[in-house]
């Protein structure tokens, strides 16, 4: 199914009973597409299998089947260049943290949208940064290699750079280094 927030948003449904959303308890993938094509998708499938496992987390659709669903909905959206998310989920279980009272996996089969991070100006001209008082979640706590839902971390800084007025956050490390933005990678020269 695609879901595009501008022409079908009333398709979209999610049982207040599902994992996902009262837990964070599932994985996803963002997948940018130029001229309808995806990039790197192979490593991003990979990517996502390799989370959901670290999770014992079953993904209902072969290999295959997502990569025929990316294609499927890069042919019906609109746009010629977008990101795409594809969102898997421990399904539908009763309230509880246990996992294993849950039926099937669900599959987000792709959400599609235009992604604007930073407008042209800022991408001319540059950003403005703040360093933050969220630290990174250090790989003992939460394995930085699973894209979990869970993006809580990025959102308190996200939060602080807003009161700073900054147009990114910097996360330090548990030892005080530059580690990550909230939305961005850093490279260091």
């Known amino acids: 199914m695609l879901l595009d927030r501008r ?12 994992h996902g959303f009262l837990y964070g308890d599932g994985v996803f993938e963002g ?10 998708l192979d490593r991003h499938l990979r990517r996502l299998r390799n989370s959901a496992a670290a999770l014992l987390l079953e993904i209902p659709l072969s290999a295959e089947q997502l990569i025929r669903a990316v294609a499927d909905t890069i042919t019906a959206s609109p746009l010629d260049d977008g990101y795409l998310r594809i969102i898997v989920t421990r399904g539908v279980g ?9 039926g099937r996996g669900n599959v987000i089969i792709i959400i599609v949208d235009e992604l604007h991070m930073l407008d042209e100006a800022r991408r ?8 933050t008082s969220t630290r990174c979640m250090t790989a003992d706590r939460l ?7 869970n993006y809580l971390n990025a959102i308190l800084a996200r939060i602080e750079a807003n009161q700073a007025g900054a147009d990114e956050a910097i ?4 030892a005080g280094r530059v580690a990550e933005g909230s939305a961005d990678n850093l490279f260091i020269f």
């Open 94 to 102: 009763p309230l509880g943290i246990d996992p294993s009272s849950c």
């Open 143 to 149: 394995d930085p290699r699973i894209k979990s839902l």
């Open 171 to 174: 996360l330090l490390n548990h």
């Open 124 to 131: 001319v001209e540059g950003v403005s940064v703040t360093v």
């Open 7 to 18: 022409r079908h948003p009333s398709e979209a449904r999610i049982s207040v009973f599902g």
């Open 31 to 40: 997948v940018r597409f130029c001229n309808r094509r995806p990039f790197g």
